[in-house]
C-alpha cells in the first residue's frame, strides 16, 4: 500500500511527560500552584483590576448585534483578535459580549505562537494563568488527554511572552460564571495534514460545556510586516478587507483544502491562520459561521501599515465532541462513490488531472451528509485477471469531504503511486475499484488491542508514519507480530522498530469493490 511519510513530533518520554503530571497536580494538591504571570498586563491592556473592569464593561455596553446575526443555536466557538485592546478591543467585545452570565465548565483557547517555532501544538506548564482579575485554573486532566495524542506536547517558557492567549482572558473572566476551567493551547507550524491531526485529538474535548475561542488577527499590511502585495493609495483599505473576507469565505465553507491553497497564492500575513484550519476541520455540515465585526487598526495612508481584526461566532445545534462518525454508508452511496472514482480517473486519464472539476462531477448528485463529511479513504485499484495490484492511494486523517477525497485518491492511485507506472486508458476495462472508508482512528495502549483482520493499523514513531488497512495482513497471511514488522520496514525502521517508542491507532473500514465503470 501507499508509504506516508508525514513528519509528526513525538511527545518526550512517558515517563517525563507522568512526572510532570504528578509534579503539578502534587502542587494542587499541596496549595502551591505553578503560576503563570501575566506578560502584557499594563501595556497591551489595563494592569489593575479597577480599570481593567470599568474597560470592558464600557466597551461591552458599547456593542449591539448585526441585524442579520441572529440565529440562536448553541455557541461552540469564537473567533477573535488578540491585539492590545486600543487597537482591537472593540472588535473583540463583538465577539464576546454574547457571552454575559454563561456557564461552562471549561474553556479551550487555541491561539498561534508567536515566539516559538515547533510542529503541531504546544501546552504551558503551568497550573494556573494569572491576569488583574484573578488566576484561572488549568483543565490538567483534559491536558493530559492531549499530551497523550501525540500531536501536542510541551515546552517549556514557550508561553512565557505570550499574549495570544492572555488577550482574551480578561474577557472571559468578566463575562462568565466562575468557576470554569481553562486549556492553553500554541499553534505551531502546520500542514494540512497536521491540522486534520489536531482537530481530532481536540474535539473530544468540546463537549456540550466546553467554548472553544480561537486567537488571532489577519493580514498584517505594510513595511513593518514586510508585505505589501498592493501599493498603498486610496482602495488598500478595501483591497485588504477583501483579501481578508476571501479567507473567512473559506473558513464558513469548512474548506481546509482552500484555505492552504490561498494562503500560497496570497501569502496573506494572518496569524489566525494555523488555529482557523484546526477551526474548520471542527466544524460540521451543521455549523453556522456569523460574522460579527471587521476592522482595521487604523487608516493605511496614515503610516502605511495596518493589521486586521475580525471576530465572529460558531453556532451548531450539536456539540463537536459528538461530530465523529463511525457510521457505516449504505449501499446506494457507496455505489456512488465508486462512480465519481472512475469518471474522475477516466477524465483524468484522457484529458489530464487538471481537467476533473469536482463540482461538475457532482452537480447532478445529491450529495449525502455522509459524501459531505470529512472521512479518511483509501481508493485501491486492481488488475482483475491475476488480481495484482496497480495502485493504492489515500488518506489516513479526515481531510477533505467524502466525495472530494475519493475524487482525489482514485486520481492519485491511477497516476500518482510511485511504485507503478501510470495507468492507461487501454487498461481500465480490466481493473477492479475499490473503495475503502475509514472510521476515525483510535489510539490504543498495547499492540494485542490490534485485532488482525478487524483492524487497519497506524504506527507513529520518530516522526514517521506508516498505515496498513485491515485487509492487508489477511491477504498475506500474516500473524499481529509479522503484520507489525512489515509496518516498521513500510515505515523505514528496522523490523522490530514497532517495540519500543511507537504509537499505534487502529480503525476499521466500509469497503465496496466493482469493475471499473467506462
Known sequence: MFQFGI?????????????????VQAAQESARPVLRPAAVAGSWYPGESGPLRAYLAETLARMTAPADAAVGQPVRALLVPHAGYRFSGATAA??????????????????????????????????????????IPLDLSAIEALLLSGDVTRIPGVDRKEHAIEMQLPWLQHLLQPGWQLVPLLVGRLDQAGSARLARALRPLLDPETLLVVSGDFTHY???????????????????????LGAWELLKARDVRGLFAYKAKTNITACAFG????????????????????????????????????????????PWSQQVSSGELNLEEMQGLHRLASQAIRIAIEQGPLAVDPAVLVKDVALTPAWQEKRGVFVTLNVRQGERLRGCIGHIDPLLPLYEAVIENGISAALRDGRFRPVTAQELAGLDLEISVLTPLRPIDAVEEFEVGRHGVVMTKSGRRAVFLPNVATEQGWNREETLQQL????????DGWKQGARFEVFSTQRFGAPFIP
Open 488 to 495: 516498521s520496514l513500510k515505515a523505514g525502521l528496522p523490523a
Open 222 to 244: 505594510g513595511p513593518t510586516y514586510d508585505y505589501q502585495p498592493f501599493a498603498p493609495d486610496a482602495q488598500t483599505a478595501e483591497r485588504i478587507r477583501a483579501l481578508d
Open 7 to 23: 513528519v509528526q513530533v513525538w511527545v518526550a518520554m512517558g515517563v517525563l511527560f507522568f512526572s510532570w503530571a504528578d509534579s
Open 94 to 135: 463583538q465577539g464576546f459580549y454574547r457571552l454575559q452570565g454563561r456557564t461552562y465548565r471549561r474553556v479551550v483557547v487555541m491561539g498561534p505562537s508567536h515566539y516559538g517555532a515547533f510542529p503541531g501544538m504546544a501546552v504551558p506548564e503551568t497550573t494556573h494563568f494569572v491576569t488583574p482579575l484573578g488566576e
Open 275 to 318: 488555529p482557523m484550519a484546526v477551526l474548520a476541520h471542527l466544524m460540521t455540515p451543521n455549523s453556522v459561521a456569523i460574522l460579527e465585526a471587521y476592522a482595521t487598526s487604523g487608516p493605511v495612508e496614515t503610516n502605511g501599515n495596518a493589521v486586521s481584526y475580525l471576530a465572529a461566532r460558531f453556532e451548531d445545534p450539536n
